[in-house]
C-alpha cells in the first residue's frame, strides 16, 4: 500500500443536500471526458455524502487550493454530518442545483448531475456531467502531498 502515497492526489470538499447541507473530503476526483464534460468521485460507503448522492443524483465539488487551514480539513473531513450540521457556521454560496461549495480557499466549483455509479467494495464511483463551474481564484490547486507536507499539523 506504500505505493499509493506516489500517486498524485487533489484535496476536494463534495458536497450534497438532502433534509440538511452536508460535505466530506475527497482526495479523489478527475475529469473523465470533455464532450459532454464529465467528473468521476470515489467516496466511503459509509459517509453520509454518499448516501445524500445515491438519494438526490447531484453533487458538487470544491477544488481547494494550497492556504487552506487546516481547520477546514478538519471540519469536513474528521467529523460526521450525522452528528453536526457542517455548514450550520460555514461560509459558502449555492450553486444553480441548490447545493453549497466553498468560496474561500477554493479555486474552483463544479455541480453535477449523476449519470453512472459503480459499488468498487469500500467506496462507491460517481460519474457526473458537469452542469454548472466556475473559477473562483487563481490559488493553487492543493495536493494530497502538499497537505501531508504542509498543512497537516505534526505529531
Known amino acids: 500500500m506504500a505505493a499509493t502515497f506516489n500517486?498524485?492526489?487533489?484535496l476536494f470538499?463534495?458536497?450534497?443536500?438532502?433534509?440538511?447541507?452536508?460535505?466530506?473530503?475527497?482526495?479523489t476526483c478527475v475529469q473523465v471526458a470533455c464532450e459532454p464534460l464529465r467528473l468521476?468521485?470515489?467516496v466511503q460507503m459509509g459517509n453520509l455524502t454518499r448516501e445524500m448522492i445515491e438519494?438526490?443524483?447531484v453533487f458538487n465539488v470544491s477544488v481547494l487550493t494550497e492556504d487552506v487551514p487546516f481547520e477546514t480539513i478538519r471540519h469536513f473531513?474528521?467529523?460526521s454530518g450525522r452528528d453536526v450540521d457542517k455548514f450550520a457556521d460555514f461560509k459558502g454560496e449555492r450553486s444553480h442545483n441548490?447545493?453549497?461549495?466553498?468560496?474561500e480557499n477554493a479555486n474552483a466549483m463544479f455541480s453535477c448531475k449523476v449519470v453512472e455509479k459503480k459499488d468498487l467494495g469500500s467506496h462507491?464511483?460517481?460519474i457526473g456531467e458537469v452542469t454548472e463551474a466556475k473559477a473562483l481564484s487563481k490559488g493553487p490547486s492543493c495536493t494530497y502531498a502538499h497537505y501531508h507536507k504542509a498543512i497537516k499539523p505534526k505529531r
Open 40 to 42: 468521476m468521485v470515489s
Open 13 to 27: 470538499v463534495l458536497t450534497a443536500k438532502d433534509q440538511t447541507d452536508n460535505g466530506c473530503i475527497c482526495n
Open 55 to 57: 438519494k438526490t443524483g
Open 124 to 126: 462507491m464511483m460517481f
Open 98 to 103: 441548490g447545493l453549497c461549495y466553498l468560496t
Open 77 to 79: 473531513g474528521m467529523q
Open 7 to 10: 500517486l498524485t492526489y487533489g
